[in-house]
């Protein structure tokens, strides 16, 4: 089964400041996808950007971008240029590509991010 | 276009009791899924179903059922409730698209409390 782990249960950045959030997976399979989840206090789950494995290019969107390590089977999600709207707990996640795990996100435990003005 | 619609947004019940939480989508998604969220262990799945018709358990199925009323609609019934149970749940739909890559949307929850 797969396993993924998020190591800093909180961090914290100045607004305007470059902040980056870690996550490392686990998992025997060559073919996945990786998610970032954004859930603000309203608890929405809102998708903050993704990453496909048999992509070597890191993924952006707009402020936000990856550290795609496939060997070290890592990724970070690097937010830049951070606002106050930025401040919310980030899931990673990982979706198997195919077998009977097929289709199923596996999420981290969430880091909290809080963005000091 | 409301995207995934969950009712009720918040529950409390008395240990026993039954209840149907309600998930609906419009975006003609294939597959639907339940999660539950627990303070500092992140999403876990509990029951998805990846087309109209199929249902599959998840990694905690134990105490849940799941219906796919339709292509809309997946819901999750909760046939006696347990403290245990304590939890937000929260609903989700993607479309088909080979090689799983498609992206899940979610809900806004439902806060269940167990007493």
């Known amino acids: 089964a797969q396993t993924v782990t998020q190591s800093q249960p909180e961090m914290s950045v100045q607004e305007a400041e470059t902040v980056t959030l870690s996550c490392t997976y686990d998992?025997?399979?060559?073919?996945?996808?990786l998610f970032w989840y954004k859930q603000p206090p309203s608890r929405q789950m809102i998708l903050v950007i993704r990453?496909?494995?048999?992509?070597?290019q890191n993924a952006t969107e707009n402020r936000f971008s990856v550290n795609f390590q496939k060997a070290a089977k890592s990724f970070s999600l690097k937010i830049s240029d951070s606002q106050l709207g930025d401040a919310a707990m980030y899931f990673c996640?990982?979706?198997?590509?195919?077998?009977?795990?097929?289709?199923?996100?596996?999420f981290g435990q969430g880091t909290i991010l809080t963005v000091h003005p | 276009n409301a995207g995934v619609t969950q009712t009720p947004k918040f529950q409390v019940l008395k240990t026993g009791q039954s209840m149907t939480l309600q998930c609906a989508q419009d975006?003609?998604?294939?597959?639907m899924y339940w999660y539950r969220q627990d303070p500092g262990m992140g999403l876990r799945l509990i029951y998805y179903?990846?087309?109209?018709?199929?249902?599959d358990k998840g990694e905690v199925p134990n105490g849940y059922n799941v219906s796919r009323l339709n292509k809309r609609e997946f819901s999750l019934r909760l046939e006696s409730a347990a403290p245990s149970q304590t939890s937000v749940y929260f609903c989700?739909?993607?479309?088909?698209?080979?090689?799983?890559?498609?992206?899940?949307?979610f809900g806004p929850g439902t806060r269940l409390t167990v007493l």
């Open positions: 179903s990846a087309s109209e018709g199929t249902t």
């Open positions: 975006m003609n998604h294939n597959s």
């Open positions: 989700a739909s993607s479309a088909f698209r080979t090689g799983g890559g498609q992206t899940q949307y």
């Open positions: 990453q496909e494995a048999y992509k070597q």
């Open positions: 998992t025997s399979e060559s073919d996945y996808y």
């Open positions: 996640a990982y979706r198997s590509a195919s077998g009977t795990s097929y289709g199923k996100l596996t």
